[in-house]
């Protein structure tokens, strides 16, 4: 019997988790870094551990502009020529060193995953379901652009901003040495993460994000579960109507970048929509706060939050309200092993009822 798997929208409030388990960083739990690359954290040396037969995969030669991904384990040389250059790229962000880049670009991504997430769900759907990043195969490129100027604070929702994306094919990246050089260097990942969640019967595979900002050469790829969507799910919408859902979905995310809200389904919350938030800094860790616990309480309020009322006014689909949005794309995410109970079950056909 598969293990239930948890719902990946799910995150919780500490901006930062183990690379391995994924438990969160806290005042008690003092992360680990790995000392030979200094680029992922553990809770202990028996995660550290246990990540290190696909952590050390060797990195590609650094001398082009491909994809470098975090599964890949290299020791610092400071005095390298493509270190030199990384940490020129990075003074001309705002940045310190390549490492402070790196480091806020992970926590930038971390801020946004639900955007994130749902950006690439409803783009999928839009393009006929998941099956479409298998014909052919293919990954998508995030385009960001640096926010940050030297000595700001590093608001980790605020430090880069949305630009764009695009799809490219595995044939056509791989068609150059350097090109299928990496691809084949991330293999181990891949084939690990989708393993992990290959006993969902709904699970299609794994999106593979790549992040990059400007012209700076580094990138940062992440790994996205996809699934089929639940048949109740979409029951009663027609073509137009579900192209319609989707592109409020992507207006929603990019304008919650925009404005530093980030979008979340914390541990424990009773909101089936993701609540907006703000990241705060307490005992040098930098957490996740609601600005309120409730969707139906704000919108019958005097509401008055700026950010919060730019979300609402980007929905252009009719007697379509945020936070019904907000459960629909969560729902048709959802894995199919997580609990059917009445909370999210009686969820399930939301989108048909709109």
């Known amino acids: 019997m598969a293990t ?72 610092v040389d400071e005095a390298n020529p493509d270190r030199i250059a990384k940490n020129i790229e990075a003074i001309l962000c705002g940045f310190r060193t390549a490492d402070e880049f790196s480091q806020a670009l992970r926590d930038f991504i971390e801020a946004h995953t639900w955007a994130f997430q749902s950006y690439a769900r409803a783009l999928i759907l839009m393009e006929g379901g998941a099956d479409y990043i298998h014909m052919p195969p293919k990954f998508m490129e995030v385009q960001l652009r640096s926010l940050h100027t030297p000595g700001g604070t590093r608001n980790p929702a605020r430090t880069f901003n949305f630009v764009g994306h695009r799809w490219l094919t595995v044939a056509e990246y791989t068609s150059t040495p350097i090109g299928a050089r990496n691809w084949a260097g991330n293999a181990a990942m891949r084939e690990a993460a989708h393993r992990y969640y290959s006993g969902d019967p709904r699970f299609v595979g794994m999106l593979t994000v790549f992040f990059r900002v400007g012209e700076i050469s580094s990138a940062k790829m992440n790994l996205y579960p996809q699934y089929r969507a639940y048949a109740a799910s979409l029951e009663g919408l027609g073509d137009v109507m579900l192209r319609s859902l989707m592109a ?92 059917r109970d009445g909370t999210i079950s009686s969820q399930v056909s939301l989108a048909a009822n709109l």
């Open 4 to 75: 239930p798997k948890q719902d990946y929208m799910v995150a919780s409030a500490a901006l930062r988790r183990c690379q391995h388990c994924g438990k969160p960083q806290d005042i008690v739990i003092k992360m680990l870094r790995c000392s030979r690359c200094a680029s992922v954290i553990y809770c202990s040396k028996e995660c550290q551990k246990g990540a290190w037969p696909v952590h050390k995969t060797t990195e590609p030669p650094p001398d082009d502009r491909a994809p470098r991904t975090r599964s890949s384990c290299r020791r």
């Open 248 to 339: 409020d979905v992507l207006a929603l995310c990019t304008s919650s970048i925009e404005h530093g809200l980030a979008l979340r389904c914390a541990d424990g919350q009773e909101s089936i929509a993701a609540l907006p938030g703000r990241f705060v800094r307490w005992n040098k860790l930098w957490t996740w706060e609601p600005l309120f616990t409730d969707w139906e309480q704000y919108l019958a309020g005097p509401r008055g939050i700026e950010g919060v009322n730019a979300l609402l006014n980007v929905i252009r689909t009719p007697h379509v309200t945020v936070p019904q949005l907000l459960k629909n794309i969560r729902v048709i995410s959802q894995p199919s092993l997580l609990p």
